[in-house]
C-alpha cells in the first residue's frame, strides 16, 4: 500500500506528495514540526505536542490558518489512511513559499504537511536491555526550545553515535554540562536515589514524553531534581535513561566507555518505563 501524506489541503500518495521549490523550510529551515507517538492506533499527549506546536511557531513569529479541532482531525486521518496501529506520526509548519530572501515575507502562505509511518513498538527490546550513548560536543544554534525543522547539528551528532555502534548522542557544554541527546532528553539517578534531568531553559527542548515521567515520577514519590548534570556526574551515577517521543523510557547502560551501575537498567528507571507505559496503555 502506498503511503499517504497531506499537503497543504490534500491528501496524496508519497509519490505525488511535493513542496514547493522555494518552501523556507528547504532553503531557510524556517519552519518547526512535531513528531507523536501512535500506540494502539491513538495519537500520545497530542494536547501537549500542539501545546508545544502554539510556543514554537509564536516564538517564531508565525501562525497556524487551522484549529487544533481540524489539526487533530488531519492527523488521525493521515494515522488512520496509513493504518498505523504503531508508529509515529510527524506534521511540520513551514512560513510556506516565497522568493528567496532572507526576510520574512509580507503575506506568508503557510504550508502544513502530514506523514505517518508503521514501526517496531517503542516500548520493545531497547526498553528492556538498555542502551549505549557516547557524548559529543553541543554544537546547536542557542534556542533549542524550539522545535525547529533546523537539525544539521543534532543529525551530525546521532551519526557519529551511529558510526560506533552506540544508540545516541549526548550533547555536552564546554563546561562538562550534559544538554540533552540528539533527538531524546537526558536524565540520572544519583546515589541517593534522585531522579535528576536538566531544568527547563533555552538550551534544551522540553520534551512532551519529559514531562510525562516528571509527573509520574512525582506522583509515585520520587524524589526529583531538574538542574544541570555534567558528563562525569552522569558516569558516576547509579542510574541513566532517555526520554523520547519515539522511545519512550530508555534505560542507558553505558556513557562512552563507562559501565553505568552494575551494566543493567536500574530499579527505577525499570519501575518508571513501567508506570510511563501504564499511562499510555
Known sequence: ??????????????????????????????????????????LIDIELHFDRLDRSLRELEMAMS?????????????????????GLCYLQVSRGSAPRNHSFPNKPSYSLIVTARRSEPASGKIGVEGVRVITTPDQRWQRR??????????????????????FEAWLIHNDGIVTEGSRSNAWIVDNAGTVITHHESI?????????????????????????????????EAREAFLTSTSSFVVPV????????????????????RRLYLRTIS
Request: glycine share 8%.
Open 1 to 42: 500500500m502506498s503511503r499517504i501524506a497531506y499537503v497543504d489541503g490534500q491528501f496524496l500518495t508519497h509519490d505525488f506528495a511535493v513542496t514547493h521549490i522555494e518552501d523556507r523550510a528547504t532553503q531557510f529551515g524556517d519552519g518547526v514540526y512535531e513528531v507523536l507517538a501512535v500506540v494502539k492506533g491513538k
Open 66 to 86: 487551522l484549529s487544533r479541532a481540524a489539526l487533530k482531525l488531519i492527523l488521525q486521518e493521515v494515522v488512520r489512511l496509513n493504518r498505523v496501529i504503531e
Open 145 to 166: 526550545d524550539i522545535k525547529s525543522v533546523s537539525l544539521l547539528p543534532n543529525v551530525l551528532a546521532k551519526q557519529k553515535a551511529t558510526e560506533v555502534g552506540a
Open 203 to 235: 538550551d534544551i527542548l522540553s520534551g512532551v514524553t519529559r514531562n510525562r515521567v516528571l509527573q509520574v515520577a512525582r506522583s509515585d514519590g520520587a524524589k526529583v531534581i531538574e538542574r544541570a548534570f555534567t558528563a562525569s556526574e552522569a558516569k
Open 253 to 272: 547502560t553505558q556513557i562512552d566507555d563507562t559501565v553505568i551501575g552494575d551494566g543493567h537498567p536500574g530499579p527505577v528507571t525499570k519501575r518508571l
